[in-house]
């Protein structure tokens, strides 16, 4: 049995929403430890510019809900570094709304973007992994997708099922050598959809205090997750000391999904 390599050099990621939040945070910290790293989003960032040119992180737009857009990612990174060995599936939207006013096109945009690209994004790159050398697949889900939330439901429908895609499909594919698990974060700092949540509450500060509350550990720290904290737990899941571990679920939530806190 041979000792997991300290970097992934000359390995080949392909991360959707790489340009913002965990996206942008696993990037960086992959390219770090020597993967070349294909990041795509439906927004770049100009000011990503400079740090991905240092790291060599290529990036390109890409609408996930658009099956031929992640083909196009995928394939086209594939064929530029000759190989493929990872594939992130990050780009994800909130949704905060009640059963009664969500429209077709919500749910549409919702589980498009949450769910149907996570499995398009997976039946592209699979063909890439069967090689012999296999592969890995990390799904960006949510502590919703380990207990459903009265406040966005259709959101938790997404994660739910985002969970349930990642062991179906861990389970179709051992066989193939290709590791795919998933990470429910709690709420995240600094990335767009957290931002866009604090920016609609009438009081910033007051709604970051209810946040960062609901969660033991971040109430004990007082702060939330960070977004490179996810990076590391995908570098974990996506490395050789993670060879055994398929289909999990693996919540950072500073413990919000266990259950009621001590008071």
Known sequence: MTSAPATLSGRVAVITGGASGIGRATAMLLAEQGCRVFIGDYRLRSENHQAFQVLGIHASECDVRNVDDLQHLIDSAADTAGR?????????????????????????????TNLKAAFFGSKAAIPHFLNGSGGSIVNIASNAGLLPRAHDPVYSISKLALVGLTKSLALCHAKDRIRINAVCPGPVGDTGMMNDDLDAAPDRVFAEQQIIAASPMAKALGRMTDPAEIAAAVLYLVSDAAYMVTGTALAIDGGKSLGVPPR
Request: charge should be negative; avoid cysteine; hydrophobic fraction near 40%.
């Open 84 to 112: 493929l060995d990872i594939l992130v599936n990050n780009a994800g939207i909130g949704m905060v709304k009640q059963t009664t006013e969500v429209t077709e096109s919500d749910w549409d945009n919702a589980l498009d």
